[in-house]
């Protein structure tokens, strides 16, 4: 018999991209995102399959598992409907009180973060930036630039996923292009 193991897969992150085993792709386009843009003549007006932005993630334990980590890249298409940049739907993590941290790697972004009191700000995001989003905090990124904007996440592999806070109420402001510079606009 050959109890000769077979040396695993490397686990590479290249750039935006993940090559591995347990990584997991995704892609969202404007019809997954119906409800959360702001202006509906210029949501309606576009093509409901226009790709804003692709997820690819390292799930090395089962979802739900404490003491794991996930990992994950972001890549976030340039764009806008009507004057919203791109963005992601946006969470809160489901274990409300398990944070998350994310980095930029390439272009640039802002991320919008809302707390339990509906108190929203955001931080720029661009190659290099650090962010710790803390427990109870929902976050989302937009693409405030003309090019790519890729960043990485890692967060705790119970914290799951509640969306459904942010597509019944949404977050209090969002990030609007206003004279060609993003601006926080309270809804
Ligand atoms: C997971 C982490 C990210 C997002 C990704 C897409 O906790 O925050 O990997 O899942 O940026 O955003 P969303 O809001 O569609 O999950
Ligand atoms: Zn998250």
Redesign the pocket.
């Known amino acids: 018999m050959n109890d000769k193991k077979t040396p695993e897969q490397p686990l590479l992150f290249v750039k935006d991209l993940l090559i591995g085993d347990h990584i997991e792709r995704s892609r969202?386009t404007l019809a997954d995102l119906k409800g959360i843009f702001h202006d509906q003549e210029a949501y309606n007006n576009m093509a409901s399959n226009t790709l804003l932005?692709e997820?690819s993630?390292h799930f090395p334990v089962k979802e739900g598992t404490a003491g794991g980590l996930f990992f994950?890249i972001?890549k976030i298409y340039p764009g806008k409907v009507g004057n919203e940049y791109f963005m992601?739907?946006?969470?809160f993590?489901a274990n409300m009180n398990r944070g998350?941290y994310y980095w930029g790697i390439e272009g640039e972004g802002m991320l919008i973060m809302m707390d339990r009191s509906r108190k929203t700000w955001c931080e720029k995001v661009f190659p290099g930036s650090l962010h710790y989003i803390p427990g109870g905090v929902a976050?989302?990124?937009a693409n405030i630039g003309n090019s790519v904007l890729a960043f990485a996440?890692c967060?705790p592999s119970d914290?799951g996923?509640n969306y459904q806070e942010i597509a019944n109420k949404g977050f209090a402001a969002t990030l609007q292009c206003v004279n060609d510079q993003p601006q926080l606009v309270v809804i």
Do not use: D, I, Q, S
């Open positions: 969202k932005y997820v993630c994950g972001t992601t739907k946006g969470h993590h998350e976050h989302r990124v996440a967060w914290a996923h």
